[in-house]
Structures are given as C-alpha cells and as structure tokens.
C-alpha cells in the first residue's frame, strides 16, 4: 500500500490532490496520512515513514506558499511531478450561526489570500486570523476549539466532513482558481 503524506486534515485540498493524483495514476491501494503542515510531510519523507509527499508550492491568485518554501529549504527531496488542482473555497459556519455573528473569519494564509477582494467586500470590519491549514481550521470549529461567532474559509468536502453550514460558496476572487502541488518522488 503506498503511503502519502499530505500537507493538510481531512478535508483538505492537500487531500483532494492526492486523490486527484492517485486517480490520473490510476493507483487504488493507497493510503492518506494526515501531516497538516509541509515540515511535517518532508520530515516524514525523510524518515520513511511515507512512500510519497504531496503538498501546495503556488497558486494562481495567492501566489508562493511560503510555507512550502521554508520547509523546502531545510530538506533534500526529488520531485517526481508537478500539477494543478482548480480549488474553490467556500465560508463555513457552526450549524444555525448568521452572517450578523460573525466576528472573526479564520483560514490558512493562502485561503485569506486567495480570498481577499471578497473578504475587503463582503466583511472589511470582520478580524481576519491565519491558520495552520483550513481543513484543520474546520474541524477546530466543529469541535468547539474556535468560538462559534467564527467562520472559516475551506472546502465544500470540509462542511460534510465536519457538520458545517455553508454561507457561501466559490467566494475565491478568481473563477479559476488553480494550486500547483508537489509530489517527491517514491521512497
């Protein structure tokens, strides 16, 4: 069974892209483990731990994931492919929350970045808060470990995933919206 590490939680493009991988590849026998930062991928390549990373580099609206970069820097990885996965973010709320009890909108940087001429728009008197990935920022709502007059921005797979209505949706500022992932090569 190949192991693949991904930069993100349940819910995560991260995770849509290894599954969008594995399918183009048509590999079956797979296994997702859930690392949610790139330095944690890449420090689980490097151990053996996954036969395969698969993490974001860029994408069209938000640019570099610095992220990826730092980690990046501090390992020594082949890369076997390079590809790109359309990514729509949507604004995730606890169930029977309204848009008039919202205080804070939480996500990963590249989630505020790829959203920001909405956010400015929509919510320009809203707190704006980074977070370590927005699958794991949806799960931590649902669970109760982010307060409930905040929403997050992640996917549409998040909202089932963890319990979520969804405000709205495809609130990126661009209609296509693409991320560049990595894959390193098999160990």
Known sequence: MLKIG???NRGSFSEEAANYYCQKNNISDYEIIYLISVENVLQA???KEINIGIFPIENSNGGIVYEAVYAMSRHIF???NIFEIDVRHCLLVKKGVKTSDIKKIISHQQGLRQCRMYLKRMWPEVDLEEYSDTAQAANDLASGMIETSCAVIASRVCAD??????????IQDLKFNFTSFIVTKEK
């Open 6 to 8: 991904v930069s993100g």
């Open 78 to 80: 082949e890369i076997e």
């Open 161 to 170: 995933i963890y319990n979520l209505d969804i405000l709205e949706e495809g």
């Open 45 to 47: 390549y490097e151990n």
